[in-house]
Protein backbone atom coordinates (compact mmCIF):
# COMPACT_ATOMS: atom_id res chain seq x y z
CA UNK A 1 0.00 0.00 0.00
CA UNK A 2 1.30 3.42 -0.88
CA UNK A 3 0.06 6.63 0.44
CA UNK A 4 0.50 9.91 -1.81
CA UNK A 5 -0.23 13.04 0.22
CA UNK A 6 -0.54 16.44 -1.99
CA UNK A 7 0.12 19.89 -0.60
CA UNK A 8 0.21 23.44 -2.28
CA UNK A 9 -3.22 24.18 -4.14
CA UNK A 10 -4.58 27.06 -3.55
CA UNK A 11 -6.17 30.61 -5.43
CA UNK A 12 -4.20 32.60 -7.52
CA UNK A 13 -5.18 34.99 -10.08
CA UNK A 14 -4.05 34.50 -13.56
CA UNK A 15 -0.69 34.69 -14.37
CA UNK A 16 0.41 33.49 -10.76
CA UNK A 17 2.33 30.73 -9.69
CA UNK A 18 2.01 27.73 -7.57
CA UNK A 19 4.11 24.43 -6.66
CA UNK A 20 2.65 21.36 -5.53
CA UNK A 21 4.26 18.76 -3.72
CA UNK A 22 3.60 14.98 -3.47
CA UNK A 23 5.26 12.77 -1.03
CA UNK A 24 4.88 9.32 -1.14
CA UNK A 25 4.96 6.75 1.97
CA UNK A 26 7.57 4.12 -0.04
CA UNK A 27 10.40 4.58 -2.12
CA UNK A 28 9.80 6.14 -5.98
CA UNK A 29 12.83 3.95 -7.22
CA UNK A 30 11.95 1.28 -8.83
CA UNK A 31 8.37 2.26 -10.37
CA UNK A 32 6.28 2.67 -13.80
CA UNK A 33 5.31 6.53 -13.80
CA UNK A 34 4.86 9.30 -10.70
CA UNK A 35 3.17 12.07 -12.14
CA UNK A 36 0.34 14.49 -11.67
CA UNK A 37 -3.53 14.33 -12.98
CA UNK A 38 -6.02 17.43 -12.96
CA UNK A 39 -10.02 16.86 -12.79
CA UNK A 40 -12.11 20.17 -13.89
CA UNK A 41 -15.69 19.87 -12.74
CA UNK A 42 -17.78 18.21 -15.62
CA UNK A 43 -14.42 16.68 -17.16
CA UNK A 44 -12.52 13.52 -17.39
CA UNK A 45 -9.10 12.94 -15.16
CA UNK A 46 -6.62 14.06 -17.12
CA UNK A 47 -2.60 13.47 -17.61
CA UNK A 48 -0.92 16.68 -16.24
CA UNK A 49 2.64 16.11 -15.91
CA UNK A 50 4.44 12.58 -14.95
CA UNK A 51 7.74 10.86 -14.61
CA UNK A 52 8.03 7.20 -16.40
CA UNK A 53 10.49 4.72 -16.35
CA UNK A 54 14.20 5.62 -17.64
CA UNK A 55 13.15 9.66 -16.29
CA UNK A 56 11.20 10.59 -19.18
CA UNK A 57 8.57 13.07 -18.60
CA UNK A 58 5.30 13.80 -20.27
CA UNK A 59 3.72 16.88 -20.22
CA UNK A 60 -0.67 17.91 -21.62
CA UNK A 61 0.29 19.83 -24.85
CA UNK A 62 -1.72 22.65 -22.31
CA UNK A 63 0.85 22.89 -19.61
CA UNK A 64 4.07 22.64 -21.78
CA UNK A 65 6.38 25.90 -21.26
CA UNK A 66 4.82 26.94 -17.86
CA UNK A 67 4.47 23.74 -15.83
CA UNK A 68 7.62 21.83 -14.72
CA UNK A 69 7.53 18.50 -12.64
CA UNK A 70 10.71 17.64 -10.62
CA UNK A 71 11.63 14.86 -8.01
CA UNK A 72 13.32 14.59 -4.94
CA UNK A 73 14.26 10.57 -4.81
CA UNK A 74 15.66 11.39 -1.32
CA UNK A 75 12.42 12.43 0.38
CA UNK A 76 10.11 10.34 -2.29
CA UNK A 77 8.63 13.25 -3.27
CA UNK A 78 7.45 15.05 -6.11
CA UNK A 79 6.90 18.52 -7.36
CA UNK A 80 4.92 20.40 -9.92
CA UNK A 81 5.97 23.87 -10.72
CA UNK A 82 3.14 26.01 -12.34
CA UNK A 83 3.61 29.11 -13.65
CA UNK A 84 1.83 31.58 -15.94
CA UNK A 85 -1.39 30.00 -14.35
CA UNK A 86 -5.06 30.02 -16.49
CA UNK A 87 -8.49 30.09 -15.72
CA UNK A 88 -8.54 26.86 -17.38
CA UNK A 89 -5.59 25.31 -15.06
CA UNK A 90 -8.69 25.18 -12.82
CA UNK A 91 -8.85 22.10 -11.63
CA UNK A 92 -8.67 19.03 -8.57
CA UNK A 93 -4.81 17.84 -8.80
CA UNK A 94 -4.00 14.21 -8.14
CA UNK A 95 -0.93 13.29 -7.44
CA UNK A 96 -0.37 9.37 -9.02
CA UNK A 97 2.25 6.72 -8.81
CA UNK A 98 2.03 3.33 -10.98
CA UNK A 99 3.89 0.53 -9.57
CA UNK A 100 5.66 -2.02 -11.64
CA UNK A 101 2.53 -4.02 -11.12
CA UNK A 102 0.78 -1.64 -13.05
CA UNK A 103 -1.14 -0.60 -10.12
CA UNK A 104 -2.47 3.03 -9.58
CA UNK A 105 -2.29 5.05 -6.47
CA UNK A 106 -3.96 8.12 -6.01
CA UNK A 107 -3.62 11.09 -3.36
CA UNK A 108 -6.92 12.83 -1.94
CA UNK A 109 -6.27 15.96 -4.04
CA UNK A 110 -5.82 19.43 -4.26
CA UNK A 111 -7.93 21.89 -5.37
CA UNK A 112 -6.03 25.04 -7.94
CA UNK A 113 -8.61 27.79 -8.87
CA UNK A 114 -7.30 30.64 -10.92
CA UNK A 115 -9.14 33.49 -11.02
CA UNK A 116 -9.60 35.95 -13.92
Known amino acids: QVQLVESGGGLVQAGGSLRLSCTASRSTFSINAIGWYRQAPGKQRELVAR???????NYADSVKGRFAISRNNANNTVYLQMNSLRPEDTAVYYC??????????WGQGTQVTVSS
Open 96 to 105: NLENLAGYNY
Open 51 to 57: FTRGGRT
